[in-house]
């Protein structure tokens, strides 16, 4: 069956970076959009990039243009979130989400990440 | 820029009992990009409905969605103690837009 799971996450200072995967598996995972969507605590659902099926298109959200970057490898089935210059307000649970070309279908689990010094 | 607005903000309902959640979009969206999440605490969001009214695979089918244009809604009948969880519409356009959710307690 389909399944999503991100890692990666964890406590790390402003302006530093962090790297988040989201292994996918039970589906053709080239033949799919996908996305990173993520919630602060006690807060709703924030999309934040989208990534095409060979990683040729990619779009944010404005809240992390210019410092998030979203990337995919086909040969692992993994996507991929480079956070860099981040802040306080980028603590969230960060999921890795399935387009299927209307809705969202599958997460995954989601991995914490908290920026604080 | 769509937004979507969620009413109302909190649900406290009985089992057995009928909930009706509205979403209402800031301009009108098609009703094929329109989907429904429900998010229990600690899990992860789980898809219930998508196009408006089609129940997503292993959805029980108390839960039900109508509306088009700017208006949906989600309606959930014969409430059980499980029901209780936060529910989000979703459009599916250029920014993939949320509602901030309904909390339903049963």
């Known amino acids: 069956q389909v399944q999503l799971v991100e890692s990666g996450g964890g406590v790390v200072q402003p302006g530093r970076s962090l790297r988040l995967s989201c292994a996918a598996s039970g589906f053709t995972f080239n033949n799919y959009y996908m996305h990173w969507v993520r919630q602060a605590p006690g807060k709703g659902l924030e999309w934040v990039a989208v990534i095409s099926y060979d990683g040729g298109n990619k779009y944010y959200a404005d809240s992390v243009k210019g410092r998030f970057t979203i990337s995919r490898d086909n040969s692992k089935n993994t996507l991929f979130l480079q956070m860099s210059s981040l802040r306080a307000e980028d603590t969230a649970i960060y999921y890795c989400a399935r387009d299927l070309s209307t809705h969202f279908d599958w997460w995954g689990q989601g991995t914490l990440v908290t920026v604080s010094s | 820029e769509i937004v979507l607005t969620q009413s109302p903000g909190t649900l406290s309902l009985s089992p057995g009992e009928r909930a009706t959640l509205s979403c209402r979009a800031s301009?009108?969206?098609?009703?094929?990009?329109l989907a429904w999440y429900q998010q229990k605490p600690g899990q992860a969001p789980r898809l219930l409905i998508y196009?408006?009214?089609s129940r997503a695979t292993g959805i029980p089918d108390r839960f039900s969605g109508s509306g088009s244009g700017t208006d949906f809604t989600l309606t959930i009948s014969g409430l059980e103690p499980e029901d209780s969880a936060v529910y989000y519409c979703?459009?599916?356009?250029?920014?993939?837009?949320f509602g901030q959710g309904t909390k339903l307690e049963i």
């Open positions: 979703h459009h599916y356009g250029s920014l993939y837009t």
């Open positions: 301009q009108s969206v098609s009703s094929s990009y």
């Open positions: 196009g408006a009214a």
